[in-house]
């Protein structure tokens, strides 16, 4: 009788064990990710690879979009929780018609040796001696990806140190991979192009970095929260949070110095080939890193420059400001958890 109550309680304790397991289990939150499948997504993958968004208690599911903007319309509707997304003029017109997504943290910015966007030249202009400085480039043919990029608003930022206007050259949109083919045939001259377009397009032989780390610490793409998972779901946005910083400083040891061969660059490099596409390892020996903020920390400074050049040049449905868009809560709660990154020993 006494072995049978004692294996009762056994079986009943160990159910009791195993049922609370499987609750935990199942208690991860789900958070959905927009993502373009560009370098810079790389903080989610090593997040979701090495466990970091699971010790926080997070089901993280990544969903690849065409382009940033198209993330925009489903962040706003709760389809998505969280955008990588850029600091343009559309993120502005979006808050203006009432979508409410929020800039919480860097993804993909510029302080000096992480100018992963810089201004390229044709070689061909570069080695003939017809272009020397930016004031040569004056009526020549400048791609764009589009009206109201940041890349734009950094075009006008080099050609403005040069006594130019936005308007002295003429701008052609063509999108970033599509750039090194018109370099190739001359249908463009200079570009604020991306990486690994620029590192393809010099060993290419076809341009040259003319521009480097000549617009410091722009806030180029940001991380993106909507509006449902800040005010209805504020505990797992910050959880989140914490997972994408620690995640984040994992790249900032991986490309200390502004290159890929700091602590963990190969198991880093290797995930980011093994999600872009990319298959030329030889790239990242050369290939300049875009910067992330190994705090979260948005660059308010040069987004408010930014909106500047677009309110100027008509790119804004109406007058905005940069505390429209921004919320460092999140970051700033992290930070405070997490104390200031340390860079990690070679």
Same mark, same amino acid.
């Given at each position: 009788?006494?072995?049978?109550?004692?294996?009762?309680?056994?079986?009943?304790?160990?159910?009791?064990?195993?049922?609370?397991?499987?609750?935990?289990?199942?208690?991860?939150?789900?958070?959905?990710?927009?993502?373009?499948?560009?370098?810079?997504?790389?903080?989610?993958?090593?997040?979701?690879?090495?466990?970091?968004?699971?010790?926080?208690?997070?089901?993280?599911?990544?969903? %690849?979009?065409?382009? #940033?903007?198209?993330?925009?319309?489903? !962040?706003?509707?709760?389809?998505?929780?969280?955008?990588?997304?850029?600091?343009?003029?559309? !993120?502005?017109?979006?808050?203006a018609r009432g979508i409410n997504i929020k800039v919480v943290a860097d993804k993909g910015s510029t302080p000096v040796h992480y100018d992963y966007m810089p201004l390229m030249v044709r070689k061909e202009l570069v080695d003939s001696g017809k272009v020397k400085t930016i004031a040569d480039l004056k009526g020549m043919r400048v791609g764009s990806v589009g009206p109201g990029a940041a890349t734009n608003a950094k075009m006008a930022h080099l050609l403005a140190k040069a006594g130019l206007g936005y308007k002295d050259v003429n701008h052609t949109y063509i999108g970033y991979p599509q750039q090194i083919a018109?370099?190739? =045939?001359?249908?463009?001259?200079?570009?604020?192009?991306?990486?690994?377009?620029?590192?393809?397009?010099?060993?290419? #032989?076809?341009? &040259?970095? +003319?521009?480097?780390?000549?617009?410091?610490?722009?806030?180029?793409?940001? !991380?993106?929260?909507?509006?449902? +998972?800040?005010?209805?779901?504020?505990?797992? %946005?910050?959880?989140?949070?914490?997972?994408?910083?620690?995640?984040?400083?994992? +790249?900032?040891?991986?490309?200390?110095?502004?290159?890929?061969?700091?602590?963990?660059?190969?198991?880093?490099?290797?995930?980011?080939?093994?999600?872009?596409?990319?298959?030329?390892?030889?790239?990242?020996?050369?290939?300049?890193?875009?910067?992330?903020?190994?705090? #979260?920390?948005?660059?308010?400074?040069?987004?408010?420059?930014?909106?500047?050049?677009? =309110?100027?040049?008509?790119?804004?449905?109406?007058?905005?400001? &940069?505390?429209?868009?921004?919320?460092?809560?999140?970051?700033?709660?992290?930070?405070?958890?997490?104390?200031?990154?340390?860079?990690?020993?070679?």
């Amino acid at each position: 009788m006494f072995r049978t109550t004692i294996r009762r309680l056994f079986c009943a304790g160990a159910f009791a064990i195993a049922f609370a397991a499987a609750g935990t289990a199942q208690a991860a939150d789900k958070v959905k990710v927009g993502i373009n499948n560009v370098v810079s997504d790389v903080v989610f993958h090593l997040g979701l690879e090495r466990g970091i968004f699971a010790a926080e208690g997070l089901d993280v599911e990544l969903i %690849a979009f065409d382009s #940033g903007p198209k993330m925009v319309a489903p !962040l706003g509707a709760g389809q998505i929780d969280v955008g990588a997304g850029a600091s343009s003029a559309g !993120l502005y017109n979006a808050a203006a018609r009432g979508i409410n997504i929020k800039v919480v943290a860097d993804k993909g910015s510029t302080p000096v040796h992480y100018d992963y966007m810089p201004l390229m030249v044709r070689k061909e202009l570069v080695d003939s001696g017809k272009v020397k400085t930016i004031a040569d480039l004056k009526g020549m043919r400048v791609g764009s990806v589009g009206p109201g990029a940041a890349t734009n608003a950094k075009m006008a930022h080099l050609l403005a140190k040069a006594g130019l206007g936005y308007k002295d050259v003429n701008h052609t949109y063509i999108g970033y991979p599509q750039q090194i083919a018109a370099f190739t =045939t001359g249908a463009i001259d200079a570009a604020i192009s991306t990486e690994p377009s620029v590192t393809q397009a010099v060993n290419n #032989g076809v341009a &040259v970095r +003319f521009v480097v780390d000549g617009y410091p610490n722009q806030q180029v793409a940001v !991380l993106l929260y909507g509006g449902d +998972f800040i005010a209805k779901r504020r505990d797992v %946005a910050q959880r989140f949070m914490n997972a994408y910083v620690k995640s984040a400083r994992i +790249f900032n040891d991986a490309t200390a110095g502004g290159k890929f061969d700091g602590k963990g660059a190969d198991e880093v490099i290797k995930t980011i080939m093994r999600t872009t596409g990319l298959k030329d390892a030889e790239l990242f020996k050369t290939m300049i890193p875009n910067g992330i903020d190994p705090d #979260g920390k948005v660059d308010t400074q040069s987004m408010a420059e930014d909106l500047k050049f677009f =309110t100027e040049n008509g790119y804004l449905e109406r007058p905005a400001k &940069v505390s429209d868009v921004v919320d460092t809560s999140f970051a700033e709660n992290t930070l405070k958890a997490l104390g200031p990154y340390k860079a990690a020993q070679h």
